[in-house]
């Protein structure tokens, strides 16, 4: 990571052989901004990249924190998968499903307020 970050949630995935890893800020119970690395190895070195949400709220994460990355079984395709916290109301916690695209050769989570598995084949 780089100098100084503090980072909490990281979400770790392989894509055409470079690691990449999105997380979180540590602003306790409130949302932030997602932070993205990539590395060629698990062990580094670790290069941070602009957030990778598009959309509402983009800034907060979507009212969100990562979680983790789901590989779609069978495709070169992942699911960004992140917790809505809601500290008022805990067991009425929420979740955040979204596909990853990619831009540039980097991963993207757009928000959608709806979309289907047959867009990951």
Request: aromatic fraction near 14%.
């Amino acid at each position: 990571m780089a100098p100084g970050d503090q980072n909490e949630a990281p979400a770790i995935f392989k894509h055409s052989g470079t690691y990449w890893m999105i997380t979180s800020g540590c602003t306790g119970w409130a949302p932030n901004k997602a932070r993205m690395y990539s590395a060629p190895s698990i062990w580094g070195p670790w290069t941070r990249h602009d957030n990778p949400c598009r959309g509402p709220q983009a800034d907060i994460t979507f009212g969100g924190q990562s979680t983790y990355i789901l590989p779609v079984p069978g495709t070169d395709r992942f699911i960004f998968m992140a917790d809505v916290w809601r500290p008022e109301h805990p067991s009425d916690a929420r979740y955040i499903w979204l596909p990853i695209t990619w831009e540039g050769g980097k991963p993207v989570v757009q928000w959608l307020d709806e979309w289907s598995p047959a867009q990951l084949r």
